[in-house]
């Protein structure tokens, strides 16, 4: 009793009471914020791994940003990256930091589906297709379920079936060999169904953008519901929306 009364008190309460309001301390890199400093801007673009950074004005897409913090070591003085974690949205632009912009990242109430607020507001079922991921981004939706972060409470649960499910979460950069997989899953979903892209390389590619072996069809013919970034995307960044 007394060793497990000593491993309780060393971790503290585990239980996060409120998602939103959580605090994340560092190394935990999340939103980045650009100073207006000048800088060499070619050699800063060339930094990034995955072209997330444009320049006149400086701009990160956190859409394809690997939070690989690159940016920041190099130009410290110019791009730090904050602790916030509300990063979600569901406008693919409001994903683009630009220089000087130090406001969170906004969901847009206009643009939410109707049958969304109407059918979704108290229980939301989905089914998780991994898409050729790296298993971080599958990882961390599987945090969202335990003690710490609790996201049933919310009514939102994964399911087994897409015939069960309200929507789709996809993670991964779809590979080829996943293409008619992710298309078969999306079709069994009954109507009307959401799609929430999980992680860098759902939105992007991430490091793979451009590879011959993807095949991103899938996300041309539909509507996207939801963008949540990180490379993977902390549980509590998944778990706010």
Same mark, same amino acid.
């Given at each position: 009793?007394? +060793?497990?009364?000593?491993?309780?008190?060393?971790?503290?309460?585990?239980?996060?009471?409120?998602?939103?309001?959580?605090?994340?301390?560092?190394?935990?890199?999340?939103?980045?914020?650009?100073?207006?400093?000048?800088?060499?801007?070619?050699?800063?673009?060339?930094?990034?791994?995955?072209?997330?950074?444009?320049?006149?004005?400086?701009?990160?897409?956190?859409?394809?940003?690997?939070?690989?913090?690159?940016?920041?070591?190099?130009?410290?003085?110019?791009?730090?990256?904050?602790?916030?974690?509300?990063?979600?949205?569901?406008?693919?632009?409001? !994903?683009?930091?630009?220089?000087?912009?130090?406001?969170?990242?906004?969901?847009?109430?206009?643009?939410?589906?109707?049958?969304?607020?109407?059918?979704? +507001?108290?229980?939301?079922?989905?089914?998780?297709?991994?898409?050729?991921?790296?298993?971080?981004?599958?990882?961390? !939706?599987?945090?969202?379920?335990?003690?710490?972060?609790?996201?049933?409470?919310?009514?939102?649960?994964?399911?087994?079936?897409?015939?069960?499910?309200?929507?789709?979460?996809?993670?991964?950069?779809?590979?080829?060999?996943?293409?008619?997989?992710?298309?078969?899953?999306?079709?069994?979903?009954?109507?009307?169904?959401?799609?929430?892209?999980?992680?860098?390389?759902?939105?992007?590619?991430?490091?793979?953008?451009?590879?011959?072996?993807?095949?991103?069809?899938?996300?041309? +013919?539909?509507?996207?519901?939801?963008?949540?970034?990180?490379?993977?995307?902390?549980? !509590?960044?998944?778990?706010?929306?």
């Amino acid at each position: 009793m007394i +060793k497990t009364l000593k491993i309780l008190y060393h971790q503290g309460r585990q239980f996060i009471p409120d998602l939103s309001n959580a605090l994340l301390k560092p190394p935990f890199r999340g939103r980045p914020f650009i100073n207006s400093v000048k800088i060499n801007d070619t050699e800063l673009e060339m930094t990034c791994p995955t072209g997330a950074i444009s320049t006149n004005p400086v701009r990160i897409d956190i859409g394809k940003c690997s939070f690989c913090g690159e940016c920041a070591l190099k130009f410290p003085n110019k791009i730090s990256f904050t602790t916030d974690y509300k990063l979600a949205t569901n406008k693919r632009e409001n !994903l683009i930091i630009c220089e000087g912009d130090d406001y969170p990242v906004r969901l847009d109430n206009d643009s939410i589906k109707r049958e969304i607020k109407q059918l979704f +507001k108290s229980s939301l079922k989905l089914r998780q297709v991994s898409a050729g991921g790296d298993n971080s981004a599958e990882l961390e !939706l599987n945090a969202t379920g335990n003690v710490n972060f609790d996201i049933g409470r919310f009514g939102i649960e994964f399911v087994a079936s897409p015939r069960h499910a309200d929507g789709i979460v996809i993670t991964g950069p779809i590979t080829s060999n996943m293409s008619k997989a992710l298309q078969i899953c999306y079709d069994a979903i009954p109507s009307p169904k959401i799609i929430i892209l999980c992680g860098t390389e759902a939105i992007s590619g991430g490091i793979f953008a451009g590879s011959n072996e993807l095949d991103r069809q899938f996300l041309d +013919k539909y509507p996207i519901d939801l963008y949540i970034p990180g490379n993977p995307p902390h549980p !509590l960044t998944i778990g706010e929306f």
